[in-house]
């Protein structure tokens, strides 16, 4: 009976030691610095194949200008922590865009150099933040343009991460179905407000089944954070503004784009008249305000709250079609952060609450559909947990005779080889998300499909940690730049399904705010090679890789000392010799005389 | 007999505090950060990050985080998932998810178990015969084929070429049924796919158990004296052989218990069957950490109580165990 006590121990150690380990959030650095030579471990996201192969591609084309990378591929909770502690050097991966061009500030703007914030890159530059704050607060479209593009020219000067290119999306639908628009993101995102109610199918079918590979996360617009969730979020309530095709902001529950005062601080939207919610109560500017003051009271976490948070002081309706808006300061996106809330019905929500006290026993999100009384396009009808969420259409939506569809599923597949069967047999009409890779042949070739082709919103980039030596180098990140083949890292790393990204605010993306003319690093390894070479990166023992410049300029001392010493002994020596021979001499001419 | 309860009790007990505690660190242990693959979306901005990061206490020092664990746990609450934006972890995991799973995992057991406690059976009676290598050499291949490969299979040919089957779920799109059985008949239709793929890769572990169990009876003195008195080989066969290499069935059974609420990830996975297993796989996906402290207290709780109702049985069964 005594011998129990070893195991109860044994278990108990473990957990004593497991403790031990976990609280000092075991991190002990993982990157030093290289000291000697442009020789670095470059982190990739270990399950995202495209990051990984990308990066195989990239230390290849590396190696040719005499940098060597290892590339680690890293698993996203040893990666991201890493990333927030700077403890790295270089490291390549997605990022991804919004509807409007916001990246530019999150990315570049000192303010975000910070753990958890939005640039890993450690970059601060006080000309381009001076530019970014100018242009944060610039209301007329067209002259936050300009200042987008010298922002645009200046981080390409200054190369805090080289772009390389953005996924694409191949989107596979039912040849029955058109009506569909086909923009960035895709035809089915949470960007695209024109597919779902323009959708028809040609073959009379009024069912449109969507294929996901999970449920949303929650039912409530105030905490969708994710492409399935927004996409409910979107089908069910409405927005005062929505995007065209070339993510250009025009009016969706409002008659027009909002008014803005001359200080750019008070914004003003004008509903349409008649509008309903789905249990036939209208909607007024009172709920559009509402919504606002419930995202700041409650802090909301959908789409663009955090902006309406940050920039919101107040709203009033003066009547029932105008929402007054007062912003604490002016925003260059307050359109759209403000436009494309989800607006919620005041009568329903007026008494919820989104974050609880902090006990752990409430539901901090009310994530049951029951409360699903929006004004857009499709009504809640049921959800069966795991298996399926079906709307219905709104017959009394804005847009007359829309939607075309009568009834909208979200089915739920766990694999995408179980989604392409389902959608080749005719079980869904198609799938969320973009076609995988691997499937896109096969879907090309089936005579019942249609593949629509654009861009996606997930940018890959190589990223340079800008403090660590040597890329705080703006001429070693420059050369690098040169030094890529864009076009075959998306050949390997990406199996051809990219588009190039030369700019920081790609036109393929952003037709509005890319800058047609900012500086690009088209691919020249030999230009990469001389850069390296005039900044004195060169490699000294012929090993093929170089040496850093610190190295070179020891070494190219140390040569010159070596010369000099070796000089002074010449000398040395000489003088030593022309002595002797003139004892010599002398010597001689004294016997001579002597003789 | 009560001292012997008490015991197993007390050490029952123990063990469950232990794997209770041991649940809460052993998910801290991974260098994870749940808010950047909860929050992943990169339009939420960092402040918003901070308000989920404090919604969710993991702004909260390691020990006050685990004392509120406890002190949830001990009123029955087991907190809310991350990944499901605060929903309760109990009804998340004790909902359509767990009844799946049971459905699926007991028939699927159940069937295995009768079809390969009776093959195994036969095939040891048989040794050597054709029967025997052709059940021997199938329940090799059935048991060491990948079960996602099978289950793709399945789905390839019966749901898509033949189109006897669905593909996915466990009931007809947005159907409306006139009567429950209607229901049944549709859910049972749906859950041929991943019960065939299952009880396939269950029947060869049981069956090559079994014949084994069988094998040794045989060698035993008691089986000659059933042969002396002259019984048929049918009798001998399933009354004294089968009946006594039927205990460590039974005790194997007593372990399978686990999967009957764990589930099978692979098969729910390929089959979208909406289970326990494939919520494990996304809560781990998603570190999602009270998912995951959920799913480990129930199992804990079934196997411990399994074990602990074994033990009784045994200790009521069997005369040979003494407490």
């Known amino acids: 009976m005594k011998r129990k006590t070893p195991i109860g121990a044994l278990l108990f150690a473990f957990l004593l030691l497991s403790t031990l380990l976990t609280l000092p959030s075991a991190h002990a650095g993982w990157y030093t610095p290289p000291t000697e030579k442009l020789k670095f471990p470059m982190m990739v996201l270990s399950w995202d194949d495209w990051s990984v192969h990308s990066g195989e591609a990239i230390a290849e084309q590396l190696k040719k200008v005499g940098i060597s990378i290892e590339v680690v591929p890293t698993d996203d909770s040893a990666m991201y922590p890493r990333l927030y502690d700077r403890d790295y050097g270089i490291e390549e991966m997605s990022y991804g865009y919004s509807a409007y061009p916001s990246h530019m500030f999150y990315r570049f703007h000192s303010s975000q150099d910070c753990a958890h914030c939005g640039q890993d890159w450690s970059f601060r530059n006080a000309t381009i933040d001076a530019v970014i704050n100018q242009m944060l607060i610039t209301t007329d479209k067209e002259k936050a343009r300009t200042l987008m593009w010298q922002v645009e020219q200046m981080a390409a000067e200054n190369v805090p991460y080289v772009p390389l290119f953005v996924s694409d999306v191949y989107h596979a639908f039912r040849k029955e179905w058109t009506g569909y628009t086909v923009m960035p993101a895709g035809p089915i995102s949470y960007l695209n407000w024109l597919t779902l109610p323009n959708i028809y199918s040609t073959a009379g079918k009024k069912d449109f089944i969507i294929a996901f590979n999970s449920e949303p996360e929650t039912f409530s617009p105030m905490a969708a954070t994710t492409g399935r969730s927004l996409l409910y979020s979107m089908s069910v309530y409405d927005t005062l503004l929505a995007y065209d095709e070339k993510l250009v902001p025009v009016p969706w529950m409002t008659t027009g784009l909002p008014d803005f005062s001359s200080d750019g601080k008070t914004m003003t939207f004008h509903l349409k008249p008649d509008l309903k919610w789905h249990d036939g109560k209208s909607v007024t500017a009172k709920d559009v305000i509402f919504t606002f003051q419930y995202i700041v009271d409650q802090s909301a976490v959908g789409a663009s709250a955090g902006e309406v948070i940050k920039y919101f002081d107040s709203g009033e309706a003066p009547d029932d079609l105008t929402a007054v808006i007062h912003l604490k300061e002016p925003y260059v996106w307050a359109a759209e952060a403000f436009g494309t809330q989800y607006i919620i019905p005041e009568h329903i929500w007026k008494d919820t609450t989104l974050i609880p006290k902090y006990d752990w026993d409430q539901t901090l999100v009310e994530s049951s559909p029951k409360i699903a009384v929006g004004s857009g396009p499709f009504m809640f009808s049921s959800w069966v947990p795991g298996e399926y969420i079906k709307l219905v259409k709104n017959p009394n939506w804005w847009m007359t005779g829309h939607p075309l569809i009568d009834t909208l599923i979200f089915r739920k597949i766990d694999t995408e080889s179980a989604r392409i069967l389902a959608i080749q047999k005719g079980e869904v009409d198609t799938e969320r998300y973009s076609v995988e890779p691997a499937f896109v042949d096969q879907v090309k070739t089936n005579p019942n499909l249609v593949v629509a082709h654009t861009v996606d919103q997930w940018d890959y980039v190589l990223a340079f940690n800008n403090k660590s030596p040597p890329f705080d180098d703006v001429w070693v990140r420059r050369a690098i730049a040169y030094a890529i083949d864009r076009n075959e890292v998306v050949k390997r790393g990406a199996l051809g399904f990219g588009t190039v990204t030369t700019g920081y605010c790609p036109g393929a993306f952003f037709p509005f705010w890319s800058n047609p003319n900012v500086l690009t690093y088209p691919y020249d390894p030999d230009k990469a090679n001389k850069m390296l070479d005039e900044q004195g990166y060169l490699d000294i023992d012929g090993d093929g890789i170089r040496e850093l410049k610190s190295v070179v300029a020891d070494w190219e001392s140390q040569q010159q000392q070596k010369q000099q010493a070796q000089t002074t002994q010449y000398m040395t020596l000489a003088a030593i010799a022309a002595i002797v021979i003139i004892a010599a001499l002398y010597l001689v001419y004294r016997r001579r005389k002597k003789a | ?323």
């Open chain 2, 1 to 323: 007999m009560r001292d012997y309860l008490v015991k197993r009790g007390a050490s029952a007990l123990a063990t469950l505090a232990l794997a209770i505690v041991l649940n809460f660190f052993l998910f801290r242990i991974m260098p994870g950060d749940p808010t950047r693959t909860v929050v992943g979306d990169f339009r939420v901005a960092p402040e918003v990050r901070k308000v989920l990061v404090h919604q969710f206490g993991l702004d909260q020092p390691l020990w006050t985080q685990f004392l509120l664990y406890i002190q949830n746990l001990l009123v029955g609450n087991l907190g809310v998932s991350f990944q499901y934006r605060g929903t309760p972890v109990a009804s998340i995991i004790f909902g359509r998810r767990i009844f799946n799973t049971f459905i699926l995992m007991g028939s699927s057991i159940a069937v295995a178990l009768v079809i390969g406690i009776i093959i195994g059976t036969i095939a040891a009676w048989k040794r050597e015969s054709k029967f025997d290598v052709f059940t021997v050499i199938f329940s090799l291949v059935t048991y060491s084929m990948p079960v996602f490969w099978l289950g793709m299979m399945i789905i390839l040919v019966f749901g898509y070429y033949l189109g006897s089957i669905p593909i996915a779920g466990t009931i007809t799109v947005g159907m409306t049924y006139s009567n429950p059985l209607e229901y049944v008949a549709d859910y049972l239709h749906h859950m041929t796919g991943p019960f065939v793929t299952l009880t396939l890769s269950f029947i060869g572990y049981y069956f090559l158990i079994m014949r084994d169990s069988i094998l040794d009876v045989f060698t035993e003195d008691y089986m000659l004296t059933a042969k002396a008195k002259g019984l048929s080989n049918r009798k001998i066969l399933f009354r004294h052989a089968m009946r006594n290499a039927t205990l460590p069935m039974v005790s194997l059974v007593a372990v399978e218990v686990t999967y009957l609420f764990g589930g099978a990830t692979m098969t729910e996975t390929v089959f979208s069957w909406y289970g326990i297993g494939r919520l494990t796989y996304e809560a781990v996906v998603m570190a999602d950490f009270p998912v995951l402290q959920g799913i480990f207290v129930v199992m804990a709780v079934v196997v411990i109580a399994a074990n602990f109702l074994a033990d009784i049985a045994y200790a009521l069964l069997d005369p040979r165990i003494r407490y």
